[in-house]
């Protein structure tokens, strides 16, 4: 597959389903949210629609976003996050979702770098992160004074990079 060809949504390792958000999910989404979530997400958004929804077995496990709207983003950049229920955790459901995430923006051929900005203490998002490749590029402190971990990924089409 080129690089300008986008990636559908349903996409699936087999494991792991990314579907687009249907109406509905919402309120699933949201009961989804335990302390975890709120200590690293906040309060978070009363009409969640996010990039996709992970699927496990059927079952909506979580979701995965992306967006392009912070002001620090650079043009060639777009911000990763993600959310996986207590209930599905500790299974690699979160790195697999990312690595699907990620192999639909290199389709999109929009993004060439995938950011990460992750809580310090947040331990399982940052094995996410450099799971899927992200490597450390700063240590910012946030607003509220946390210190946070600022990660970056290449956004590679792997079949397109085989040409170069
Ligand atoms: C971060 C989060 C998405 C990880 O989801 P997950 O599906 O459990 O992640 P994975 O199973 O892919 O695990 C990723 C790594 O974290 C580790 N991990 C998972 N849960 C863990 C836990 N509670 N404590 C320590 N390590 C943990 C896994 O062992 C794995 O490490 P490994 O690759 O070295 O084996 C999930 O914990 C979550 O939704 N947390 C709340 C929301 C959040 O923090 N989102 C990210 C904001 S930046």
């Given at each position: 597959m080129s690089a300008s060809t986008p990636v559908p949504?349903?996409?699936?390792d087999g494991t792991v389903t990314l579907r687009a958000t249907r109406d509905g999910d919402g309120a699933t989404l949201i009961a989804g949210r335990d302390a975890a979530f709120h200590r690293f997400m906040?309060?978070?958004?009363?009409d969640p629609r996010p990039t996709a929804v992970i699927e496990v077995d059927g079952e909506l496990a979580g979701w995965v976003d992306y967006d392009?709207?912070?002001?620090?983003?650079?043009?060639h950049q777009c911000n990763v996050g993600y959310h996986v229920f207590a209930t599905h955790r500790g299974l690699g459901y979160a790195t697999r979702a990312v690595r699907l995430l990620l192999e639909l923006l290199a389709a999109q051929a929009r993004y060439t770098e995938a950011t990460f900005v992750i809580d310090a203490a947040n331990g399982p998002s940052l094995r996410v992160a450099t799971a899927v490749g992200a490597t450390e590029r700063d240590r910012p402190v946030n607003t509220d004074g946390r210190p946070e971990v600022f990660l970056v990924v290449p956004v590679v089409d792997p079949i397109a990079g085989l040409d170069a």
């Open positions: 949504l349903p996409l699936t906040g309060e978070g958004t009363p392009d709207e912070r002001s620090w983003l650079e043009p």
